[in-house]
């Protein structure tokens, strides 16, 4: 009797851990899980500030497709989104392979690439406002040293997404060259030896060799570009409020005019629910395209 009792106590103990536990889970409920346990409440209810609420189910759900203004500013996410992700890639990997090769002052040049990634988005904003003015922005005036005509830019609703996208592709495309710098350093030499051997050209040994090594780099690249662009909201607003008219709303600009202009919380829990739903479809589809290219092949083979 005297060797079970103490077994017992001991099976009846409760854990340690939770002493430990408890504090971050309070956390976790607090900051994550109830906060959108309360925008899926208010997802479902009518509630515009100083009324009260009305229960109306999916009603705020099925005005979306109804809703022209909604509709527009997907297309404006999903343009600005897909040309924020392509050209920082693109220019961010042709910097890579600049600044991977040796010659003097490369630290030095690497360092002055960099800055546009840490500056805060209102600064970038207000500076790229008097670069995009129509009368007194150096924009323009560098256009016209080569006969261009002055452009509108952030003012007229043609060019404004492609004018927001030059702001975010000069921001962004330092951070996808630091991602791909790391990628050409973990390449070995030996590849590039033999396919100098073979007789292999620049664009050859980038096409078969280089590109195919840093694939993996450049998604992980994609996906940081992918989330950071589809929650743009700071630089947009800053430089043109979602204007002109509504030429650059996107779906951040929209949720916050119609939660914080109009004071419709119901419609814009609503329309944040569907943002977030878009996000994961988005990433899940690169997720599953990352599964699809065997790239542990491809790293065994490196």
């Known amino acids: 009797m005297s060797i079970e009792a103490p077994a017992q106590q001991a099976e009846l103990r ?6 430990f536990v408890l504090p971050a ?7 994550i899980i109830f906060p959108w346990v309360f925008t899926i409440w208010m997802s479902m209810n009518e509630w515009k500030v100083g009324a009260p609420t009305t229960f109306v189910g999916l009603a705020n759900f099925v005005r979306m497709p109804n809703d022209p203004r909604f509709i527009e500013a997907v297309g404006h996410t999903l343009a600005y989104t897909a ?56 924009l323009n005036y560098l256009l016209s040293l080569i006969g261009i005509p002055p452009q509108l830019w952030v003012f007229h609703p043609a060019t404004v ?20 710098l790391g990628g050409l350093a973990a390449i070995p030499s030996e590849p590039y030896e033999s396919a100098l051997i073979d007789g292999a050209n620049f664009w050859q040994m980038f096409r078969y060799i280089t590109l195919p090594l840093i694939t993996p780099f450049l998604f992980i690249a994609a996906m940081i570009r992918l989330i950071d662009a589809l929650k743009s909201f700071d630089i947009i607003f800053a430089i043109t409020q979602g204007g002109p008219g509504s030429a650059s709303e996107t779906i951040n600009l929209y949720l916050y005019s119609v939660a914080f202009v109009y ?22 589809v690169m997720l599953y395209a ?13």
């Open 14 to 19: 409760p854990p340690s851990y939770w002493p």
């Open 25 to 31: 889970l309070i956390v976790v409920l607090a900051v």
């Open 263 to 284: 004071y419709d919380i119901g419609y814009g829990s609503a329309i944040a629910l569907v943002f977030f739903v878009l996000i994961i479809m988005l990433a899940a």
């Open 83 to 138: 040309l924020s992700v392509i050209l920082p890639l693109i220019f961010g990997t042709f910097a890579a392979i600049v600044f991977h090769q040796k010659f003097p002052g490369r630290g030095v040049l690497r360092g002055i690439f960099i800055m546009p990634m840490m500056a805060t988005p209102v600064a970038i904003a207000l500076v790229w406002t008097m670069i995009f003015n129509p009368q007194l922005g150096v």
């Open 161 to 180: 997404i492609p004018s927001l996208v030059l702001v975010e592709t000069w921001q962004w495309t330092p951070l996808v060259m630091l991602i791909v």
């Open 290 to 302: 990352r599964q699809r290219m065997h790239w542990n092949e491809i790293g065994g083979g490196a």
